[in-house]
């Protein structure tokens, strides 16, 4: 064993002792005596306490031969929390927005940190915020959700209306669809909080729309789009096709089991599987049945593709076929060389996830990965993979197939037809770098 | 079930089938909900469509609409609507030509630092619904119909769409549309509406030796390490990575076991409002900064120039919620009406003590 022990100090080893001849465990406990000269130093008082380890480090380690508080001391009652937090060793999860993105933080966006997450379900508390004119906790008994337009019967729908309807409850991804927006001509953003953060994966319950369209008697004949509007400062307004508005879209107001938060659109919102999360108008007031496209200020001047011949593309809204790897992700840095397993999540705005493969070389050589059950159609999907790394510099990156048989694509592929200058819809392969030092950042490649 | 009862229960399921819709027999939900009134409709469908339907009847000049921005609209979008201190600009990047072509030239050329609103306004109702709907900013839906009217007419003035004498109105807007600088540069893209749509991107699922080695094309310089601030912070502290400290430069080799080291946990966000923490969710950050000159002055400057004063406090206090103008230069403050008397208070207190 040829490694420098001086630098396997503090780390949680299996007993090196066992592996040592006696050469080399004097040379240990030579090490370790003067780190714990070098704790002793820094202060005296910890220093009884760190000498009791010291003396019990021979045997085996601290955190197991000195038995800790709690397994001392009385806990906590019940529903000391009426409603539970996240342990306080886990304060480094949150949402974040990017220095310098926005002037005004109620015109912005708040990132879920998907390095730090697992499975499928965003938890609701983490889900990535945008608003447009900042956000309210409206009133849930004064709170109207009206259709009308091209209907039978123009009508409105109190909350207890809307929660005695039938209901269905499915799981779904939201993307906004300047997700990776600021990557599309050159590497901008060091973590996949950033880069790829403003995805969120939740349960919902409500309403189908389809219900509601036809107890309100929509035209069947002229009736070809609706028009969804919010009930905040923003107004905010999307056009929606008549078949998708009847085919998965929900009015909801629950997620993951609880009614929604409300900076996700409490007491009621619209989910549009599939489709960027513009769409999902929050604060669901009305619901218009017309038959032409409604031209609104986020499908106008906003939320368009700039094309390389300067035309830019309206009404492009599907979230096509991506996905990333969660872990290791930039930012991140490896403990140490050997096994690692690669984690990350895919999605479709087209339906199920078949396949993901990863490459650890730069997109050479690719694998599948293990799927982890369920995998639903136009929900997030996770992925595993086993990896060992070796030490040296390497590329990882995952690639993505949906059940329509379309790949994720590569950055330049994209580029070749939709050029650099737009800002929507990014689902490029995304690289992570792995330098010999152990740290992972965010780079393109060609 | 007795034979007679279930006779009575047939007649009665047979009676209200004659009285109500067909559907209220197989969906017994359908009577939820009730009929929207007339009065309920106007109130809220609001909305203006691309043909103008919806559109109210009314009117309002440049000059009019000029009035209006200068109280309402200049703090965040600038005198000309050129500003990008607050909001992307809403003005610049056309030319004559491009009212001519209906394309917007730099659109395609670039050249230009921010692609305006009116780079890419391919309809003038959707202008017109935004204002509406959604400004000021901080007062959304509090313009009458003839202001929204002046402030559609000023800003296509300033983007040279129509001249200084002209009033826009419900008689005229559809001439209006045909002189907007972009009115044809959208094109629809049904292989992203659909769900069944066709993708204009193609990749293949090779497996093995599928391209040459790889060429790092973009990384993010080393100025940037901590730009997005210490990621160290922003990653759990157990698990098979740790957060990069960024603080710090990165280590040339590996250092086995050097990310166990304790990482700092995230700074916990303040409890109490303090005076920052108000400027930011007011947004007077949007428009002032500590130390220099944004739209509005610096705090500093503001601090310096009351220092010594007599009820400056009470007298900063008007100022924010009540709104000013012609003390600092031309351009005025809105009121903050959103603000309370007690936060209002903590951030004078905070400039009074120096802004620091």
Redesign the interface.
Known sequence: MSTDLT??????VKAPENFLGEGELEEARKARRGFMGKALAMGAGVASAALAAGARAADGEDAILTLPEHSKTLGQPVAALGYGMPSK??????R?D??GLT?????SVSFT?L??LFGMITPSGLHFERH??GWHDIDPSRHRL????LVR??????MD?LM???SVSRIHFIECGANTGAEWG??????V??THGMLSCSEYTGVLLS?LL??CGYDKKKGKYV?A?GAD???M?RTI?I??AL?DVMVAWAMNGEMLRPENGYPLRLVVP?VQGVSWVKYL??I?V?D??????DE??HY???M???????????Q?CKSVIT??SG???????GY??ITGLAWS??GKVK?V?VSV???????SARLESPTLSKALTRFNIDWVWD?SAA?IQS?A?DETG?????LN??RA??GT?SIY?NNAIQ?W?I???????????? | MKKHTYAILLAAAAFACLAQPA?AQD?P??A?????TPA??AA????V???F?GLPKGQGSVSKGEQVWEGKCASCHGTFAESN???TPLVGGTTPDDIKSG????????GVPQ?T?LM????V??LW??VN??MP?NA??TLSTDEVYAVVAYILNLGGVVPEDFTLSDKNIAEVQEKLPNRN??????G??????K??????????????????????PDF??N???N?A????????????D?TRP????????A???P?P??K?RPDVADAKQLL??N?C??CHAVSNKILGPAFRDVAAKYKDKDKAESYLVTKMKGGSSGVWGTMPMPAQGQLNDADAKVIAQWLMAGAK
């Open positions: 630098k396997l100090i503090g780390r949680i060793w886990e304060k480094n999860v949150q974040r990017s220095p002037r005004v933080p109620q015109s940190p390095q730090g447009h004119q009206m259709v009308n337009g019967q123009e009508r409105v729908f109190t209306d005695r309807l039938p050159n590497v901008a953003l060091p973590t909080q950033y219900t036809e107890m028009l509007e400062g923003s107004s307004t096709s078949e998708r085919d599939g007031r009305r218009e017309g032409q496209r409604y031209d609104t200020k106008t001047i368009i593709d700039l390389p011949d300067g035309l830019h593309r309206q009404y492009t809204s599907v096509e872990t290791p930012g991140q840095t490896l403990l140490d060389k690692y397993n705005g087209r396949r493969d070389d730069g997109g050479r050589n690719w694998r030490g590329i690639r197939i379309f790949v994720q694509p590569k592929q994209l037809v939709r200058k819809h690289s770098k330098s010999a030092n152990g740290e992972v950042s965010n780079v393109q490649v060609s | 559907a969906k939900w359908h939820l909900g009730r009929t929207a309920e409709v809220w469908d609001i909305d469509r691309g043909d339907k201190e607050v909001f394309r917007v030239a730099a659109l395609a050329k670039g692609r609103t890419k306004l391919s309809k109702s959707t619904d935004y709907r959604a900013w959304p839906k540069g959208l094109k629809r893209f049904d992203m509406w659909e769900t069944k749509g993708p204009d991107t193609a990749n293949v699922a090779c497996m093995k030796n599928c391209a040459p080695d790889p060429v790092i094309g973009s990384f993010l940037a390490r730009a997005h601030g990621l912070e922003q990653n759990r502290l157990i698990g098979a990575a740790r957060g990069a960024t990165a280590p040339v080799a590996l250092e086995a076991g990310a166990k080291k990482a946990a995230a916990a930011a969710t947004s950050t949007a």
